[in-house]
């Protein structure tokens, strides 16, 4: 299993400790308190770049294990790294649902005719399925939408051994769109005559008060 160091936070300075490359975090659930805790920006995002949000990790607090899933991350606006995460505490023993992301590959037939554009209707699916069962992401193959009717629906994906689909069967993933026609503006012609008899109008006015 994967293994993250962190203490227990007493820092309450967030900026404090992210000046020291680190990130404040909290890990609650399976009878836990919520219970503040600091981990190594750098170890993080090792941990994460392999666990992602389905695989466990082992929260090493100080001696203490505890085996989470990556619950939340909340991300910096301009650098888009990590500020604050939440761990989910788990039991390797119990089913439990979470989102599985998935992951396209190939280029659809349609798309690649002409005509339309492909659509990625759907980005993650729930699943529920024992914390070691559970799949890092789905592989959807778009090359097979070769015409516009045509569309991939959850209940098309895949599934391993001990993991049942949450999501709607019915949902969309992915399909492909029609080009939508873009009209031309047709530019207006000018009544050049309706001006001029409008400046005559407005000229015999102007003669007229002037009298």
């Known amino acids: 299993m994967i293994i993250l160091a962190a203490t227990k936070r007493t820092i309450q300075n967030l900026n404090v400790l992210r000046a020291q490359d680190k990130i404040p975090a909290v890990y609650y659930g399976n009878k ?10 750098r170890d993080f995002m090792k941990v994460w770049k392999e666990a992602g949000e389905t695989s466990a990790v082992s929260l ?18 301009i650098s888009n ?3 604050h995460v939440d761990f989910l505490a788990i039991d390797m023993k119990k089913e439990i649902e979470v989102a599985v992301p998935i992951e396209f590959t190939g280029l659809a037939e349609a798309e690649k005719a002409g005509l339309g554009t492909l659509v990625k ?6 699943v529920r399925a024992l914390p070691n069962d559970l799949p890092h992401g789905f592989v959807v193959d778009v090359t097979g939408l070769a015409t516009l009717d045509m569309q991939i629906q959850v209940k098309d994906i895949v599934v391993p051994k001990g993991v ?6 019915e949902e969309v993933v992915a399909f492909v769109a029609a080009y939508k026609e873009e009209k031309e503006d ?7 005559d309706a001006i ?4 005559k109008g407005k000229k015999e006015d102007e003669e007229a008060a002037a009298e």
């Open 32 to 41: 836990n308190n919520t219970v503040s805790i600091t981990i190594s920006l």
């Open 60 to 77: 090493d607090v100080e001696g203490e294990k505890v085996t989470t899933l990556i619950h939340h991350m909340q991300l910096d606006p």
């Open 81 to 83: 790294t990590p500020i």
């Open 121 to 126: 209707a759907l980005h993650e699916v729930q």
């Open 164 to 169: 049942t689909i949450v999501t709607e069967g």
């Open 186 to 192: 047709v530019p207006t012609a000018i009544d050049f």
């Open 196 to 199: 001029q008899v409008e400046e």
